[in-house]
Nanobody
Framework: QVQLVESGGGLVQAGGSLRLSCAAS????????MGWYRQAPGKQRELVAT????????YAESVKGRFTISRGSARNTVVYLQMNGLQPEDTAVYYC??????????????WGQGTQVTVSS
């Protein structure tokens, strides 16, 4: 069974930095795309950034130049989100997503449990 475990959220002042990590565990052959989404109170979940196994990245306009997504581990089963220049509007629950996870059981998509990021002004 595949699980995504996130860490790194917390409280930070405006202008500060945080680094989120998400590790996928299980009998995984490969993960096509890993990424981060966020959901603020009263708002829909939105894309923050994604990273493909081929090295491609995609960012929301609101975080370009401030956030950096990267993959790690020998099988690219870890994804990081370095967040610099945080602003109060970045406050949200951040969710890790793994899309195109190939195991013995086939292909599926997974979500992490979410980690809270709070930016104070």
């Amino acid at each position: 069974q595949v699980q995504l475990v996130e860490s790194g959220g917390g409280l930070v002042q405006a202008g500060g930095s945080l680094r989120l990590s998400c590790a996928a565990s299980g009998s995984i052959f490969i993960i096509d795309t890993m990424g981060w989404y966020r959901q603020a109170p009263g708002k829909q979940r939105e894309l923050v950034a994604t990273s493909t196994s081929g090295g491609g990245t995609n960012y929301a306009e609101s975080v370009k130049g401030r956030f950096t997504i990267s993959r790690g581990s020998a099988r690219n089963t870890v994804v990081y989100l370095q967040m610099n220049g945080l602003q109060p509007e970045d406050t949200a629950v951040y969710y890790c997503n793994a899309r195109g996870v190939f195991t013995f059981n086939g292909r599926d998509d997974y979500w992490g449990q979410g980690t809270q990021v709070t930016v104070s002004s």
